[in-house]
């Protein structure tokens, strides 16, 4: 099972001092979180993609060729990478060639995106999302999976006799993960293609969640891929932890309360009750995270949400010392004597190579 942080790159007002960081020091602070990552033992570093502010995370695969550089085992991904309205030419050959920069260590996470007013800014309408989604990224896997395509659809240019270069790593793309908080036909989408499904598992309650997950698995049964339990998921999740619980719930409170996602809405009571946020001591994070386990089944990647709402970059350090020294050993160790026999392996690039070295091409294709 695999372990990581996502960052959404926002910048936010410390509500404790008013202090609003500049773009410039706020991506610094992202590359040092990354970096913060790898040191204290975690195995994944995600960024979302925004084009608009607060946010600042505009061109993930620069940032993340940047990260590699400075990293050896840390794998890179994205938490979201818009299918909808970036091109999947583009996509294809920026994240092939992340690839090749960082050794394989790279894979990445479709999505739609939350914020209606990028599709007309990249020449979209929102109310294609679904079929744009469906149709670029059927695109995009035919550019990484052939030498030489021809195609036409409904939303870009024709392609005639097109190679995308460079080609993917050892021939074997990025693994995808698609991600959705409340969409069906993309949890559909991830089990047709027998890709990883990861819901963001942030806003909404357990519930929600589980009907997302159970769905991909039983499609992805479905579709012939294996059965529901060997589907590859992932799950995010917020945390802020000091080593005592009250001292948590009181430093975190002016963050929650004027965070620009959830802020001036439910209590931090309310929503750590209804939602999977968790503030508090390291142990309290360790049992709610393996409780997840309890509506999703096991799982292959979790990712946490730790650099949000203003913090700051010295208190999200401290941040990632707890959960690599405190809370990741424990939860390695419980999820892996939890584990049954028979439940696939996070993916990487190396166990992808050896797979597709081991079945024949003409199934490959299939």
């Known amino acids: 099972m695999q372990f990581g942080i996502f ?17 410039h020091e706020r991506i610094k602070a992202m590359l040092a979180i990354a970096q913060k990552a790898e040191e204290v033992g975690l195995d994944v570093f995600a960024t979302g993609e925004h084009h608009n502010p607060p946010f600042v995370p505009s061109s993930p695969t620069t940032m993340l060729g940047y990260i590699a550089a400075r990293t050896e085992n840390l ?26 920069v960082a050794d394989g260590r790279v894979d990445v996470m479709m999505g739609r995106g939350n914020t209606g007013p990028v599709y007309p800014w990249f020449g979209k309408d929102i109310r294609d999302g679904i079929d744009l989604a469906i149709e670029n990224y059927a695109l995009l896997r035919r550019l990484w999976d052939e030498d030489t395509v021809t195609w036409k659809g409904k939303f870009r240019t024709p392609l005639q006799s097109f190679t995308s270069t460079p080609r993917p790593l050892d021939g074997v793309a990025p693994f995808v993960w698609h991600g959705s908080i409340r969409s069906p036909e993309i949890a559909e989408q991830a089990a047709y293609y027998g890709d990883g499904f990861f819901h963001n598992h942030i806003f909404w309650p ?7 997950v159970n769905l991909y698995r039983q499609r992805y049964a479905h579709y012939g891929h294996g059965t529901p339990e060997q589907a590859i998921v992932g799950l995010g999740g917020q945390v802020f932890m000091r080593k005592n619980s009250q001292d948590a719930v009181r430093e975190f409170r002016p963050y929650f309360d004027n965070a620009p996602v959830y802020g001036h809405g439910p209590s931090l009571e309310e929503f750590t009750s209804q939602t999977p946020l968790t503030v508090g001591s390291p142990q309290q994070v360790i049992e709610r995270t393996l409780s997840f386990r309890d509506y999703v089944g096991d ?3 979790q990712l946490f949400l730790m650099d949000h709402a203003g913090l700051p970059l010295k208190t999200v350090l401290e941040q990632l010392d707890l959960l690599g020294e405190e809370v990741v050993p424990v939860l390695r160790k419980e999820f892996a004597n939890l584990r049954p026999a028979g439940i696939p392996d996070a993916p990487t690039h190396p166990a992808r190579v050896a797979a597709a070295r081991e079945t024949p091409k003409e199934e490959t294709q299939a």
Do not use: C
């Open 7 to 23: 960052t959404v790159g926002d910048v936010t007002a410390d509500p404790t001092t008013g202090r609003v960081p500049s773009e």
């Open 75 to 100: 794998i890179l991904s994205t938490s979201t990478t818009l299918i909808t309205t970036n091109d999947p030419v583009k996509i294809a050959e920026d994240f092939a060639m992340l690839q090749h």
């Open 299 to 301: 799982y292959q990647r």
């Open 206 to 212: 357990a519930s929600h969640t589980e009907q997302m």
